[in-house]
Every structure is written in C-alpha cells, then in structure tokens.
C-alpha cells in the first residue's frame, strides 16, 4: 500500500493532511489558480478507509503537476466508484479492482451526459496509471484499455432534425416571388433536403 511517510508530508503540513478537508490555499495554490465554485478537496465521503489514505496520498503527490479542477476531478470521480463498487462488490482492499468491475461501472453510468462519462473515463485512466507507476496497483494499466471508453454520443447518435410543415411553410411565406435567387434556393433545399453548398454550386 502507498502509505504515507516522511517524504510525503514536508513543509510542516502534517496538520493539514491529517484532516478530511483540505483547502487549496493550504495546499499552495494562489486564489487565481483556484477554479471558481471549489475551493477545496472534502475526503468524507469516501467510505472505505484505504481508499481514502490512497486518495490522500495520490492528491497530495499530484498537487504539484496538476491544476484544482483535475484533483476535484479525481475526487469526484472516484465517489462516483466507490458507491457504485460497494454496491455491488468486496470494496475492503484495492486486490477487489478488476476489469469486470470497472467495465460494469461504466455500463451503470451509460445514461449520465457525454461530459461526464469521458471525465470519469479521464481520471480512472490517470489514477490508475500513477497507481500503477507507484506500484500500489498491479497491472493497472491492463485495467482500463481503450475499447472500454465510453462512446461519444454526441457523434454516434446524432440525427438528422427536419422542419416541421408548419415552419416550412412560414418559410415560404416570404418569398412570394418564386423567381426571385434566394427563393429558389430555399424551394430546392426543402424539396431534395440537398446541402446549401451543393445548391449554390449548381449552374
């Protein structure tokens, strides 16, 4: 386990690492490196005690690499784990990590926002690989391989949105004149439903 020690806590902030809340002025960081809306890091939440000595250990190692928005980043992210983990599986060490279980994670999340399913796949990525460098978690990089990524809905399931009638014919409405250029094209784009480019290109 990555515990803490000496060469960890320097500085005389023994007292701030001790306790479940840590503010980022406390940490080092000025007011203008503080994101607005977060001014610290709330351990409490985390349930299962290694897990939070981890996370304790992680973040104060990370804080001098990373910004605030990335370290809330993997304190929210790794809540969102935990309850789900303790929900469904033996959370008592960091041996119960395992593929199944963070494939399954993902698969409990798939109905959150695009947004916030890539930044837990982030920071899990990033967590797991430092854990893996510091030797704390064996294979972690095995863990989380790229076709667990969450798909981006964004791109996959976009859908073509057509006028309804009622607004085409608003539409048409202003242009009496059928001869009229603009005209013409607006009659053409809603008939064949081509691209504006493609028209403007006809002769």
Known sequence: MFNRDPEIV??????????????FIDLGYS???????????????IQSPWLKELMKATIWRKRNSVG???LTAYL????????FWLATADATSI????????DEYFYSIKDKSNNTRMAYHA??????????DWEVLDGGRKLLTKDM??????????????????????????????????????RILLEIGARGNEV???T
């Open 95 to 102: 041996k119960g990590i395992n593929k199944r279980l963070i």
């Open 10 to 23: 320097v500085g005389g902030l023994q007292k701030v690492y001790a306790l479940d809340k840590w503010f």
């Open 31 to 45: 007011e203008d490196d503080i994101s607005s809306g977060s001014s610290s890091l709330n351990f409490k939440s």
């Open 123 to 132: 920071a899990l990525n990033e967590l797991f690989t430092c854990w893996d």
């Open 149 to 186: 990524k969450p798909i981006d809905r964004s791109r996959s399931s976009q859908k073509v949105k057509y006028l309804d009638t009622q607004s085409q014919m608003v539409l048409l409405e202003h242009f009496k004149q059928p001869q009229d250029y603009l005209g013409r094209i607006v």
């Open 200 to 202: 403007l290109s006809l």
């Open 68 to 70: 605030t928005a990335t």
């Open 76 to 83: 929210r992210t790794i809540r969102s784990f935990e309850q």
